[in-house]
Every structure is written in C-alpha cells, then in structure tokens.
C-alpha cells in the first residue's frame, strides 16, 4: 500500500497547524529569560508600545498550579520570580500583527540578578551551583551483573576510553505551532505534537480543568523525531493561557531561529568503558560510567538515561558488567527526546570502544564481535535472557557481504598506499534496539484502543498515535483491513482528538507499529465477538454483518476493544534494573565507508549499507525510508551537526551555521531487512523508528579511524576536531 | 508599513493584492492569497520548503519580497497536476511533508529542463531543498522515475 496522505502531501493539500484557516484570532509570542540562572527583579514594558493593543499573561494567570507536569513537577509554564535556563518562558504576549508582536517582545526587558550558572555537566558543581538536591543529579540509575572488579582484576588486558557526543537538533521541517480556543467553556488545543495525551494531562494540571472542559487535537505534523514529544505540553499551556485570557482564539508559532533556541536537544553525554578481555578478544567484564546533560529541569531525562544505560554494553555477552549512569542538572534548556532516546550516545560509545580495543588486541574488528555477539539463550545486560531465534551473526555477516567489506579493505590500502591527499576506510557497527516502553512502562501505560463498526460497513480505528511522517496513517489501514480481510478505503482512521479516540499511549519509542498496531488486530477480532461470527468472515461477508448489525441496533455503537496485555514470560524488576528491559529488540549491523580529504580535514561519506532484523516488515517503502532518514540524520550528527553554547544560548540557531545534511552531502542509503516475525506485534512486526540512528555514528568514525589511523572520541567529528587529533594520530602510525 | 498595490500573474490567473512594502512573497501566498501548499521551513533561503517559481525559476519564496514580482509570473504547488505527481507517492518521496512542496517544485523544474543533468547530478541539483525524513533516496529515486518516464514517453 503507498502512503495513504502521500498525494495529499505532495500536493500542498495537507494542512498542518499554521494553515489551518482561524478568523478572529491573535498571534502568541513568548518573552524569554535572557540569562542562565537568577532572581528576576523586574520585568519592564518600553515605552513606545501601547500596551493596551495587547494582551499579556504572566504566572500570576494560571488558574492551577504552575507545573508542566510530567515524570517531576520542577518545570513551572512560565518563571515566577526565578529563571534557571537562557530562554526560559517569563512573559506571553497576544496581538492581531505578526510584526507588531515581533517589535513588542524585543520591548520587554526581563531583568534579572544573575547568579553563578552551572554549564559544564561533566566538571563537578561548586557549592554556589547547587540548584537539585544534594550534588545536581537529576537522576542514577545502575545496572549490576557478576563481579566486574574480581573479573577486571583477573583479566589478562584492560582497555579503557572515554567517549563524547554533543547536543543534537531535531529540525523537524515544520516548526512547533499550536492553536488553542475556548468552545462552549472547552477549551480546545489544536497543533503539531506526538501525545496528544500528554498534552491534555498537562493542560488540566495546570488550568485546573477536568477532562470534559479540554480536548487536545493533533494537526498533520511536519516530523517530531521526539521534538514533539514533551516539548508542545509547554506552547500548548501558553496558547491556551493567552487564549483564555483574551477570550479570543491564539496561534502561537515558532520560527526557526526560537524554535532551536528555545526547544529541547539530544542530551549531549560522557562515557567511559573499562573492559577486561582475554588475549584473543573475548569479553570478561564490562564496567561503564554513562553521564548525561539533563538541563535544567527533570523533564524525560530519567527514561533517557534508562534506555541509554540499558543498550550501552551492546548486543554482546559478557558475565560481569557494571553501568553506572547519572543526569547532571545544568542551567541549559532542558534536553530532551530525540531519537534513540539515550540509545544512540551510548551504542556510539559502545561500537567506538570496540574498534579501539580491537586495534589494542591487534585484532579483527569484525572478529571482535562476532565472538562476542550475543547467541540464543546467552543474556543482556540486565540478565534478560535473548531466545528470539534470529541469528545476530547472520546480520553481521549480511552487511558485510553487501559492502563487499574484506574486497573493501583491500582497495583501501593500495589506494592509500598510492594516494597523498586522501584517505579511504571502511567501518561497522553492530547494535540493537529495544522497542516499547521499557521494564514495566507499557504495563503502566495501559494503551487502548477501539476499532469501530460503522453503519455503511466500513471500520475505523480509534488510537492517540498521530502520523508525523513515519507512516501510522497507512499501517494502521494495512494492519485492521488485513486483520478484517478489508480493502484499504474501507477503513477510515479517526483524528487524533482527545475528545474522541481513547488514550493508546504515546508516539514514541518504536512503539507504534508492534504494540499499538497488536491492539489493533485484537481490537478488530473484539469487533468481530461482538457481532458473534468468527475468523473465517472477512471482507464483503463481515462488511455485511456489520450493516445488518446497526438495522438491528439503531442508534447504538458497535466497537471493539483491545488493552494492552504483557506478552507472557516477561518480567521486570525496577529496583534492581534486572529482567526483561523490553518485549523485542530489533538487531543490526551498519557498515559505513568514507574518504577523508587530508588538506581541508573534510571526511565524506562515500558508501552506506544497513542491514537489520526488525521482525516483520509490513511496509517495504515506508521501512525503507525510515531507515534511510535515520541513518542520514546519524551521518548529520556524526560528522557535521553541532550545536554552539555560549552562556548556556546556542549561537548557531539558524540553518545557516546548524548544518544537516543535504542530498549531495550523502550517498544513497543501501537498506536489507531480515525478517524473523516477532509473535506480539502486529503480524510479527517489531520496532523500527529509532534504530537507525544507532549505528551511523560509531560506524562513520570507525571508517574514519581505518582511513587515517586517527584516534576520534567525539561526535560531530568536525573537520577543526578531526584536524586537532589527525597530525597526532597520523605521526604516531609512521 | 505602507500598502503597496501588486499585480502578478498567479497559476495563471491574474491577481492584485495590496501588501506591506516589506512583504515576503511567502507570506502573501499563505496569509493573504489562502495558498498554503508553499511551508516556511527556516525563513532564510536554506532549506528551500517554500519553494515556488518565478518566472519559470525556482526561488526561495522567503527571500523575496512581494513588490519584485509585479507584472511577472508566480507558480505555486497548487499549479501542479495531482496525477502527475503519483510516481513520488509510490516512491517514498514523501513523509512528513513539510519540505514536500518545496521539493516538489525544484524537481518539477528539473523535469522541464532535463538539460540541467548534462552539467549537474540530480543530487546536487537536489540541495537546496533539506529533507529530515527521507535521507533523500526517495527523492532522488522518484525524480529519476518521472524523467525516465517523460524520457520515454
């Protein structure tokens, strides 16, 4: 099936929250702290504005209390009195001109006596920087299997390395926007996001609303990539106040420049590996320290250091390991989901240690980790124990078959040997990715969802999960009209409208298509029950019953239901991070090449393919694209994407000097899927979304590693930062 | 900002509008002519989302303001043909969708002036609209799939 909104799209016919037509209504800009941390002493209106053209909101207008409610309620809506982050929301202000709005924010002045920020999370606070609780720890987590000191301690080699990644923008290509009203005394919130249901939690919270006076309804949204996860509860809290305070409808929508400034990032982190080995590479103990940059308030960062720690030993066995994590508190803005959730720093540190210890060991790195590849019945991390069926070496092996991997090598020293301003190397990665909420989350979550028969004999699927692009619109229809022998148009997939579709969870974490699209298919055999035929009717005949089932049930509902149910044999243990993390993981190996230009420093990246075990893939064009975008937004991150500070602002919020990817920065993507059906998820389906961006990273600077026999730690690998540690390594190979 | 009366011609229609003096282009076609196929992605001619041709060549829509386009000719998303588009549909040419339009019309340029490829790859002719989604495989593939048709048609 092609994508059911594609044409639509191509067409400049989908609209998204800015086209929507709105009349009557004022413009929301925000006014925002414009220091690190302190005590706000004034906030001043200029005086050539007349002020009276405007509304203005400040904390003292929510009707609740002033929490962005989440996992922690530290984060206010907007400051009261006390600024922790640059950018911080302080003042909101509503007007009928664009530009007029635009002149009015630069005329307030939010004064503040500044105190001592903290804005290095990996140099330990100074008393004066304390700000969350006793040392600036957000957040510890550990994870502890076997006795990792007596093992370090009996193993004949130790390679030990410290690892960084730097902060990542989503640039989704539609900004955050959100338009809220008041409707008969509801309020109505409408705009770009990925959980409807957060929003409306966050919304009640704080307006002190109950369900029947807010309704949250999701626009067709221009990517989230986790940028839309917890961050639009904040714009959806300032349309709403603005729109309540003005008795009018708002539209706040961000440019670029507030949009990267303001919004969340990927956490930047700091890893160090302390692995025991035996001569020939098998591992014997792994002892790691995760940190990450959490910002200035709680936000999601405990999840993300979960999901981080959990993946960061890698899909290999190993008896003993220790991984100690923790989110430091900084006066940043807070970071936040994106992609991979954690996943990505970690496996790059990971799959980057692996080739440094290979290179140590003076051994294969392909061999390096096909020994240690975790086999059927061996256990991760947390002691879960892998018996999925898929071969992790025959994915290995895939990948380097269709690089023509060894054929590579080869080519790359007799052009090495022969040429003096370039540098040619090819590299891998091998990883995993877990799909679902972790440990207990999907448990916890309680996901619904409702598949409706309706009078003319079509379907439609109630669900909270919103299309931003990965293609939930068409595999949603595939999944229910495969389920009900249907044709595609005979299913119809309802607006993602907290006032009608039930609360099946957030769009997030690979969850979707495996956990979302199973309650789907057993919501359809509910529907099924309830007309009292079996299996075997399907199309034309189920159609039928369901027409005949409204003549005799006028005015009544026929719906199916489907809650969430953990799949049997999985057991998770919170207190001591041991058990099963997730449902399914999917398994991969990526294999990057790259020529590195030795005058500018400049490394290109020449030739990619990814080759992955995602259970079954129920849409060969859509998972394709999937894969092929998250890896070039991992080459993004690996070699050119980053985010300058400067007293805790990025200075580069354009597009301009926050470089991504274009067409002619990449080459074509080479995606093979292996498909072992995974028995919970949607016709064997497991996650796919955020695995991609695993791989790219450590794959890209392993090629680069091969090529120039540099020694790189850190991502982006910026031609300045490879030209800093290139001479070094360069000299040091002669 | 003083109004300024402008006449053009808009997917071949005439049309005249009165805008400010420093009007974008872009936001003419959205907020006064109700033509919301053409996205503002960045606001400063990078990622080319707001595409649209003037004149029969691409431009950034947010780089241009609207008083330079009296008398000439101004062709938006909305001017193609639905039909002619499903090669990027079944391609994957298209995900989210807010650089889509603005992708749509460069390759639609390119489709009209297949000369450009004996100096240009299709890649390079492609960077100046950024897409987030697809690692540009769908594009770039859907693009060659509609010149080869045309090519053989």
Redesign the interface.
């Known amino acids: 099936m092609h994508r059911r909104e594609g044409l639509a799209k191509l067409t400049g016919r989908e609209r998204y929250v800015d086209d929507l037509p709105l009349d009557d209504f004022l413009w929301g800009m925000t006014v925002r702290s414009p220091v690190p941390r302190g005590r706000v002493t004034a906030v001043r209106f200029g005086a050539d504005v007349d002020w009276s053209a405007f509304v203005i909101v400040d904390h003292r207008d929510i009707p609740g209390p002033n929490e962005v409610i989440l996992i922690e309620r530290d984060q206010p809506v907007l400051a009261a009195g006390y600024v922790r982050h640059v950018h911080e929301p302080v003042v909101l202000l509503g007007h009928r001109s664009r530009e007029g709005l635009r002149r009015a924010v630069r005329a307030v002045e939010v004064v503040v006596a500044p105190e001592p920020p903290v804005l290095d999370f990996r140099v330990p606070p100074r008393p004066d920087q304390i700000q969350y609780g006793r040392d600036n720890v957000l957040k510890r987590l550990k994870i502890e299997k076997g006795d990792v000191e007596r093992a370090l301690a009996q193993a004949p080699v130790v390679v030990s390395g410290t690892y960084e990644t730097g902060a990542q923008e989503h640039v989704y290509l539609e900004t955050q926007g959100m338009i809220a009203w008041l409707e008969d005394q509801v309020l109505v919130v409408k705009g770009s996001m990925q959980c409807p249901y957060y929003v409306l939690s966050a919304l009640k919270h704080a307006l002190a609303r109950d369900e029947s006076r807010v309704r949250v309804i999701q626009t067709p949204t221009g990517g989230g990539f986790g940028g839309k996860e917890e961050y639009p509860s904040d714009i959806a809290l300032h349309a709403a106040l603005l729109a309540l305070k003005a008795g009018r409808p708002v539209k706040i929508v961000y440019d670029r420049g507030e949009d990267m400034a303001a919004t969340t990032k990927r956490h930047p982190s700091w890893v160090r590996h302390r692995t025991g080995l035996t001569r020939d590479g098998r591992l014997l103990a792994q002892d790691l320290e995760v940190v990450l940059d959490g910002g200035a308030y709680v936000t999601l960062s405990p999840v993300v250091l979960s999901r981080g720690i959990i993946h960061a030993a890698g899909p290999y066995s190993c008896d003993n390991v220790r991984i100690a994590g923790r989110v430091m508190f900084t006066n940043a803005v807070p970071f936040g989901a994106f992609r991979g959730f954690g996943a990505p720093q970690t496996l790059f540190a990971c799959e980057r240690h692996m080739d440094v210890i290979a290179r140590t060991l003076e051994i294969d790195p392909v061999e390096l980790r096909r020994i240690n590849l975790l086999r059927d019945g061996q256990t991760t991390a947390t002691g879960q124990v892998i018996r999925d069926g898929t071969d992790r070496v025959a994915v290995l092996e895939r990948a380097l078959e269709l690089s023509d991997y060894r054929a590579k090598r080869r080519a790359h020293a007799a052009f090495n040997e022969t040429h003096a301003a370039q540098r040619r190397g090819i590299g891998l990665a091998a990883f995993y990715h877990g799909a679902g909420f972790t440990g207990g989350g999907e448990v916890h979550l309680n996901s619904r969802v409702r598949v409706a028969g309706l009078a003319d004999g079509r379907v439609e699927v109630l669900t909270a999960n919103i299309e931003m692009g990965q293609g939930t619109l068409t595999v949603f229809t595939q999944i229910a009209a495969e389920r009900l022998g249907f044709a595609p148009q005979d299913v119809a997939i309802a607006e993602a409208d907290t006032g009608r579709v039930p609360n099946s969870g957030p769009t997030v974490a690979s969850r979707t298509t495996m956990v979302v699209g199973r309650l789907i298919e057993r919501a359809c055999d509910d529907l099924r029950s309830r007309l009292e035929v079996d299996a075997a009717v399907r199309g034309a005949s189920l159609r039928a019953a369901i027409v005949r089932w409204h003549r005799e049930h006028a005015a009544e509902r026929l719906v199916g239901d489907a809650v969430y149910e953990r799949p049997p044999g999985i057991s998770w243990d919170d207190a001591n991070y041991r058990g099963d993390a997730y449902g399914a993981f999917a398994w991969a190996t990526y294999v990057a090449e790259v020529e590195v230009d030795l005058a500018t420093y400049s490394t290109r990246v020449t030739g990619f393919v990814a080759v992955q075990e995602v259970g079954k893939v129920l849409n060969e064009t859509l998972a394709r694209g999937q894969v092929q975008g998250g890896v070039v937004q991992g080459i993004g991150w690996a070699l050119m994407e980053e985010c300058k500070f400067r007293d805790g602002a990025m200075i580069n919020n354009q597009l301009t000097n926050y470089l991504i990817p274009t067409s002619d920065d990449v080459p074509p993507i080479h995606v093979a899927f292996l498909e072992n059906p995974y028995p919970h998820g949607a016709q064997g389906a497991k996650g796919l979304g955020e695995l991609p961006i695993d791989g790219p990273a450590p794959a890209v600077l392993n090629a680069v590693a091969a090529a120039t026999g540099a020694d790189p730690r850190a991502v982006p690998l910026t031609p300045e930062r490879l030209m800093a540690i290139a001479d070094f390594g360069l000299r040091s190979a002669e | 900002?003083t109004a300024i009366s402008i006449a053009f011609t808009l997917n071949g229609s005439p049309v005249s509008v009165d805008v400010?003096s420093a009007e974008r282009l872009l936001d003419t076609l959205?907020y006064r002519l109700?033509?919301?196929?053409?996205?503002?992605?960045?606001?400063?001619g990078?990622?080319g989302?707001c595409t649209v041709h003037l004149d029969g060549l691409p431009v950034d829509s947010c780089l241009v303001p609207t008083y330079q386009v009296r008398g000439r000719r101004v062709d938006?998303?909305?001017s193609?043909d639905?039909p002619a588009?499903?090669p990027?549909?079944?391609?994957?040419?298209?995900?989210?969708?807010?650089?889509?339009?603005g992708v749509?019309m460069t390759a639609w340029w390119i489709r009209d002036h297949p000369e450009l490829l004996g100096t240009h790859?299709?890649?390079?002719l492609?960077?100046?609209?950024?897409?987030?989604?697809?690692?540009?495989?769908?594009?770039?593939d859907s693009i060659g799939a509609v010149l080869g048709e045309r090519g053989s048609a």
């Open positions: 900002m400010d959205r109700g033509l919301t196929g053409t996205k503002e992605g960045c606001g400063e990078e990622c989302a938006t998303v909305e193609l639905p588009l499903e990027f549909a079944r391609g994957g040419a298209t995900q989210c969708g807010a650089c889509t339009p749509v790859t299709l890649r390079e492609m960077a100046g609209n950024l897409c987030r989604c697809t690692g540009y495989d769908g594009i770039v």
